[in-house]
C-alpha cells in the first residue's frame, strides 16, 4: 500500500511561509510514514521515501531559525506498542543518521577539491613555466605562440574543478545537512483516534447481547391460534 501524502492548501491552517514551523501529514495508519520493506526494528526504521521529501520539501520553506514540529494526522489508532513518542524517536533517529551521511558526503567532496586543488595547481605551475620557457627561447613565429598560449589556457582551465567545489558545489551540501539536523531534533505531534479498549467486562457485555439477539422469540398460545383461524 503506497503512502497516502496531503498537504493542507497555502491558504488554510498552517503555512510554511508564516512564524508557524509545522509540518503537517496526513495518513491512513502511522506505520505508512516508515519504509514497509525495511526489515529493521521499528527504531531504526527508514522513511518512506514520498515522506522523507515531503517532509524535507516543506521544512526548506520553513524559517531557518525555531524548532520544528511535525504534525503527523492519522485516520486510524496507532497499533499496540506504538507511541508518540517512539514515533519521535524514531523519525529523529533516521534524520540523525541522514545528517551523518550528509556530512561524509560533504567531507569526501572537500577531500576531492584538496586533492583537485593540488593536482590543479601543480599542472598550472608547469604550463605556466613551459610558456615562459618558449616565451623566452623559441621563435616568434606563429606555431610557438599559440604553443605558448594553449598552455596558459590549459593550465588555467585544469583549476576548473576544485574552483567549482569550493565556490558552488560545498555551500548546498552544506545547507541540507544543517536542514537534516534541525529535522533529527523535531518534535513529532501524533493525531489519531484512541482505540477502543475492549476488557473483559466488555467483551462479556457483548457476549451476552449476541446470544439475547440469536434466541428465537416464543408466539403466544392466543395469536398462533388465531393465526392458524
Not at 491558504?11 to 514551523?21: C, Q, V
Not at 516508515?34 to 521544512?59: G, Q, T
Not at 551523518?100 to 567531507?107: G, T
Request: hydrophobic share 40%.
Amino acid at each position: 500500500m503506497g503512502i497516502v501524502l496531503a498537504m493542507k492548501p497555502r491558504n488554510e491552517g498552517l503555512d510554511p511561509r508564516t512564524s508557524s514551523n509545522s509540518i503537517e501529514l496526513k495518513l491512513q495508519e502511522v506505520t505508512q510514514l516508515f519504509n514497509s520493506m525495511d526489515p529493521s526494528p521499528f527504531y531504526e526504521k527508514d522513511l518512506d521515501h514520498d515522506a522523507e521529501e515531503f517532509i524535507v520539501s516543506w521544512a526548506r520553506e520553513l524559517p531557518d531559525r525555531g524548532p520544528l514540529c511535525l504534525v503527523l494526522h492519522v485516520e486510524k489508532p496507532l497499533p499496540q506498542g506504538f507511541s508518540e513518542t517512539a514515533v519521535q524517536d524514531a523519525v529523529r533517529h533516521y534524520f540523525d543518521y541522514r545528517a551523518s551521511i550528509n556530512r561524509l558526503e560533504l567531507r569526501r567532496m572537500l577531500k576531492l577539491g584538496r586533492t583537485s586543488l593540488m593536482i590543479g595547481s601543480c599542472f598550472l605551475v608547469g604550463c605556466l613555466l613551459l610558456s615562459q620557457l618558449i616565451a623566452q627561447h623559441g621563435s616568434s613565429s606563429a606555431f610557438w605562440s599559440i604553443a605558448r598560449e594553449s598552455l596558459t589556457i590549459g593550465g588555467w582551465v585544469a583549476m576548473w574543478r576544485p574552483m567549482e567545489i569550493y565556490l558552488y558545489e560545498w555551500w548546498p551540501i552544506s545547507r541540507h545537512h544543517a536542514l537534516l539536523r534541525r529535522l533529527s531534533e523535531v518534535t513529532v505531534e501524533v493525531r489519531a483516534p484512541e482505540a477502543i479498549e475492549t476488557g473483559p467486562d466488555q467483551l462479556r457485555l457483548f457476549e451476552l447481547e449476541r446470544r439475547s439477539s440469536l434466541q428465537p422469540t416464543k408466539i403466544p398460545a392466543s395469536q398462533h391460534d388465531a393465526h392458524a383461524a
